[in-house]
Structure formats: structure tokens, C-alpha cells
């Protein structure tokens, strides 16, 4: 069974850091694409970041280019967004998802398998 488990959220000031982390239990297929999302109260839930896992190529959304870096561990077990300079419209719930291929981009439908979410809130 495909699980994903999301950590490493909190509350923290605008200019802060934090690094969000996606634990996936097993990959379905080897072309394996895990995507961070975000929701903000009242908010389409939107994209932010995608990684290829098999090369580690790595897409972002305007909003976070420059600020927000993904990345995996060695054993690909693990896909990090370190989320560095942050705002108080970065407040939101983190969701990670897992799909076949990063084409398409952030279109939900395709994910076939998501996390819990971890909440960020960034305060002035």
C-alpha cells in the first residue's frame, strides 16, 4: 500500500524557514513525480513544487522560485521542501503527492495518491 506521510510544519516569522518532509512508503512505478501542494483558508488548493525522482529534476511555481528548494534523500524514501524567506501568504496546509511522470504539471486528477497534510503558518 502506498502511504505518504508529511512532517516538519509549524508556525514561524515572516523571513523564516522551515523544511517540510514527505515520507513514501513504497513507489508504484519508477517514473515516480512527487508534488508539494498548498491550501490557504478559503483558497484553491495549488501547486508548488515537482520532482522527478528518478533524476531528481525539479519544477516550482512563480509564487516560491528562488525561496523554496525540493529535494530527495539518497535512498528516495523521503522528498524535502525546504522552504527558506517565508511570507505570511505561504500560511497554508502542505500536501504531498505521488504520480506516474511530471508532465501535466499540477493538475490534481493526476495524483493518484496523497498525504495528510502538515500545516505552516507564518506570522508578520
Known amino acids: 500500500q502506498v502511504q505518504l506521510v508529511e512532517s516538519g510544519g509549524g508556525s514561524v516569522q515572516a523571513g523564516g524557514s522551515l523544511r517540510l518532509s514527505c515520507v513514501v512508503s513504497?513507489?508504484?512505478?519508477?517514473?515516480?513525480?512527487v508534488a508539494w501542494f498548498r491550501q490557504a483558508p478559503g483558497q484553491r488548493r495549488e501547486g508548488v513544487s515537482q520532482?522527478?525522482?528518478?533524476?531528481?529534476?525539479?519544477w516550482y511555481r512563480d509564487p516560491v522560485k528562488g525561496r523554496f528548494t525540493t529535494s530527495q534523500d539518497v535512498a528516495k524514501t523521503t522528498v524535502y521542501l525546504q522552504m527558506n524567506q517565508l511570507r505570511p501568504e505561504d500560511t497554508a496546509m502542505y500536501y504531498c503527492?505521488?504520480?506516474?511522470?511530471?508532465?501535466?504539471?499540477?493538475?490534481?486528477?493526476?495524483?493518484?495518491?496523497w498525504g495528510q497534510g502538515t500545516q505552516v503558518t507564518v506570522s508578520q
Open positions: 503527492a505521488l504520480k506516474q511522470w511530471c508532465t501535466g504539471g499540477w493538475h490534481e486528477p493526476f495524483y493518484e495518491h
Open positions: 513504497k513507489y508504484p512505478y519508477s517514473e515516480a513525480c
Open positions: 520532482l522527478y525522482v528518478g533524476d531528481g529534476d525539479a
